[in-house]
């Protein structure tokens, strides 16, 4: 890990950021919709595609890029490295991974499987849809700030910009997204007419 992983730095210094677990962390940090620093993430397939929005962009490209490798794969964009990073985020205690369910959201990731399966005469019982919530620690909060302090003005921008627009929609509407915009990465989904089919206007 390129990231400092103690908080003894002094006030006013700013990491500048190296590495895609920077940009992972400033993610995690940023604010979202309500408006507070570290609002989590919900599902890997989210945090995957947000990260990948961020590869995208000329604020980031060059950085994330360097650490992750998005190929296409069963779900779309993926990069395997993000998936070792988070568990070494866990093993430093700088995140937490927390499982929950969402069962009045039809569109899920469990693990690595998504299930996109509307059937609005079908209530989903509580052991439906389990997804996992990314959160930094109180560790991960204090190095996500002195992060987030060494980005510039557009690179702040654009991950608050991804992030409070992504954080909550619906995660098939995310996926239309990225599949329309970037069909290059959709080669090999698994799930590619489904989700241009099934994206709620």
Do not use: C
Request: glycine letters at 4%; zero cysteines.
């Amino acid at each position: 890990m390129s990231s400092p992983t103690t908080v003894e730095q002094e006030q006013n210094e700013v990491w500048e950021p190296q590495s895609a677990l920077d940009i992972l962390i400033a993610l995690l940090y940023a604010e979202g919709n309500e408006g507070e620093k570290g609002e989590s993430i919900e599902g890997i397939t989210r945090l995957d595609k947000l990260m990948f929005l961020l590869s995208r962009s000329e604020e980031f490209k060059e950085i994330v890029n360097k650490g992750y490798n998005f190929e296409a794969d069963n779900f779309g964009p993926f990069a395997p490295e993000l998936f070792d990073d988070i568990e070494a985020l866990k093993q430093e205690n700088i995140l937490n991974i927390i499982s929950t369910r969402q069962p009045n959201n039809r569109t899920e990731v469990a693990d690595e499987q998504i299930v996109i399966d509307p059937k609005e005469d079908d209530e989903p019982s509580d052991n439906d849809y389990p997804v996992n919530k990314y959160q930094l620690t109180n560790n991960g909060l204090q190095i996500g700030k002195y992060i987030w302090n060494g980005l510039n003005k557009k690179q702040k921008e654009k991950i608050l910009i991804i992030k409070k627009t992504w954080e909550k929609k619906n995660l098939i509407d995310l996926l239309h997204y990225v599949y329309k915009r970037y069909p290059e990465t959709t080669e090999k989904s698994k799930i590619k007419e489904k989700v241009l089919s099934n994206r709620r206007e």
